[in-house]
Structure formats: structure tokens, C-alpha cells
């Protein structure tokens, strides 16, 4: 009976990435395929166009139609037009932190080491969101309910994912060894991740000053389709932008390895 | 329009960062692409000697 592994030969020039990919299970051999540089930097190439020009079509198309076209709240008034920016910030902070949670069950269980460098990334991208999220909902909460801010569940646990991000982004850059950075960093987003049900769920567990949700998986949206659209196609505009932003990020940060990596290899053989 | 001076600046905030994000990202880049294809230029004419 074999194991299904071959044993490694003396002096066969064997990757990291094909041993990796030997041990790893079925499902995750085809990630780990990603795990080439070569092939990573190849594949994101052609695939970045596809992603930012729909982004920037999409951002200004939705940014537009919010500000110009859809109609105006009967309660609120044009300040509902905050939400057109507002929203898609909130849902990419939560999905950027998500992100961040599956780099780190990769970093952490099968060492992509892809899944670090994107962790890296996605960080100050995610926390730029969040901090949009923010302020965009102090600027509607001002006129809305009269206070720049409240101590509200939602808006509370919101401030908390931006506190996690900065945690996030400080450890994994402020150890000498990286490879502890990432590690500390991947502990801190699959500890953090709690906070997202927390979020999401804050509007229906506590009397929350902040409206519960108007979107849902199971239901029907309770909000006119004049200006769903408009939200739709501003939240698909700015996901794009957002993963065209962290692919572009992580395609440099790949090169600037190999740059380190080929100096460094200069600097020997000198 | 109503509430115009809470509209603008939520606006305004979301564009400059999104567009500061993205064209950093750009730019690095470009910046890295440029300073990897020198190197591995130089690289490839060292060997080659």
C-alpha cells in the first residue's frame, strides 16, 4: 500500500510551493497553485483590467444616479443620499474583514504563503473602508438624529472592526521576523472575526438607535426600487474597486519580494 | 437640494480616499513593475556576458 508521496530526491530542485502542494489536500492544491509568483503575477495581469474598468464605470455610474436621479426620502429627505456611499463602505469593511479571517485559516492551517502578503494588503484597504463607513455615518447621523454620534450597538461594534484593522495592521508589520508578524496579524483577524454576526445582527439583538437592516437574503427589500438600483450598482462598483485596489496592492507587494530576493542574491554571489 | 452640507462632504471623503487608494496602488505598481524588469534586465545581460 502507498501513501501516494514520492520520496524526494537528493539534489531534485523541488519548490516550496510542489511540496506544499503534494501534502496538501485535493481541495486546496488547485490554491496553492497560486502560490507561484510567476503564475499569480500572470493570472492577477489579466485579470486587473477586467476588474478596474467596470469599478470605475460602475463607482460613478451608482455615485451619480444616488446623487442626481434617485428620488428623496419622504422621512429623510436628500440626506438619505448618504446611504449610496454609506453602505457599500459599511458592507466592504465587513467583507474586507472577512477576507482577512480566510487569509488567516490559510495562513495559519496550510501556510499559503500568498494568504499573508493578501493579509497585509487587504488591511490598510479595509480599514480605509471602515473609517469611511464611519464618518460617512456621522455625517447622516448629524442631521438624522441630532448627534455626531451615539453609543449605539452597531455603531459601537463598527468602531471596534475599525480597532481591530488598526490592531491587525500594526502587528503584522511591527515584529523584526515577518513570518511572527503574519502569525500574530492571522490570530488577531480569526479572533476579531467575532465581531462580524456582532455587527450584523447588533440592529435586531439591542433597541438600537440605527435602522435595522432594509436588504435581506430571505426577503423582499423594504425600500423603493428607484433607489435600490442606484445602491445595487454603487455596491457592485466599489467591490470591484475595492478587489482591483488589494490585487494591484498584492501584485506589487509579490514583486517587491522578488526585487528583495534578487538583490539579495546579488549581494552574495558579489 | 436638502442637507447639502452633510451630502458634499460624504461625497467628497469617499471619492478622494477610494481614488487615493486606488491610484497608490497604481503607482506602486507601475513604480515595482518598472524596478523589476531593470533588475532582471541587468541580471540577464550579467549572465550572459
Known amino acids: ?270 | 437640494m436638502t442637507h447639502l452640507p452633510y451630502i458634499i462632504p460624504s461625497y467628497a471623503i469617499t471619492v478622494l480616499v477610494v481614488g487615493w487608494l486606488s491610484i497608490g496602488a497604481w503607482a506602486r505598481m507601475r513604480r515595482t513593475t518598472r524596478k523589476l524588469a531593470a533588475i532582471d534586465t541587468r541580471a540577464a545581460q550579467r549572465s550572459g556576458r
Not at chain 1, 523541488?14 to 496553492?32: C, D, K, M, W, Y
Not at chain 1, 433597541?207 to 435595522?212: A, D, E, F, G, M
Not at chain 1, 423603493?224 to 482591483?244: E, N
Request: hydrophobic residues 55%; positive net charge; glycine residues 8%.
Open chain 1, 1 to 270: 500500500m502507498t501513501c501516494g508521496f514520492k520520496p524526494r530526491e537528493r539534489g531534485s530542485k523541488v519548490t516550496i510551493v510542489e511540496q506544499t502542494n503534494v501534502l496538501a489536500p485535493a481541495g486546496t492544491r488547485s490554491l496553492h497553485r497560486f502560490a507561484n509568483p510567476g503564475r499569480f503575477l500572470r493570472i492577477s495581469g489579466r485579470v486587473l483590467p477586467f476588474l478596474a474598468i467596470p469599478a470605475l464605470l460602475l463607482t460613478v455610474i451608482g455615485l451619480y444616479w444616488g446623487l442626481f436621479i434617485a428620488p428623496p426620502d419622504y422621512q429623510q429627505h436628500d440626506a438619505m443620499r448618504i446611504m449610496y456611499v454609506h453602505v457599500p463602505s459599511a458592507w466592504l469593511a465587513s467583507a474586507g474583514y472577512m477576507a482577512l479571517a480566510i487569509c488567516a485559516v490559510f495562513s495559519l492551517v496550510w501556510r499559503h504563503p500568498l494568504a499573508d502578503l493578501a493579509a497585509v494588503e487587504i488591511g490598510p484597504v479595509g480599514a480605509a473602508f471602515c473609517a469611511l463607513c464611519l464618518i460617512s455615518g456621522s455625517l447622516w447621523g448629524k442631521p438624522m438624529w441630532g448627534a455626531w454620534w451615539v453609543w449605539d450597538a452597531r455603531l459601537t461594534s463598527m468602531l471596534v472592526l475599525f480597532f481591530l484593522y488598526l490592531g491587525q495592521i500594526a502587528l503584522v508589520r511591527g515584529f523584526d521576523d515577518p513570518q511572527r508578524g503574519y502569525r500574530a496579524g492571522a490570530v488577531l483577524a480569526l479572533v476579531g472575526a467575532v465581531d462580524l454576526p456582532i455587527i450584523k445582527f447588533s440592529v435586531d439583538w439591542w433597541n438600537t438607535l440605527h435602522q435595522p437592516a432594509t436588504i435581506t437574503l430571505t426577503g423582499a427589500p423594504t425600500m423603493d426600487s428607484r433607489m435600490l438600483w442606484p445602491l445595487l450598482v454603487s455596491t457592485i462598483g466599489f467591490t470591484l474597486a475595492f478587489a482591483a485596489i488589494v490585487i494591484a496592492r498584492l501584485r506589487a507587494a509579490v514583486m517587491e519580494r522578488r526585487i528583495r530576493g534578487l538583490l539579495m542574491a546579488r549581494a552574495q554571489a558579489a
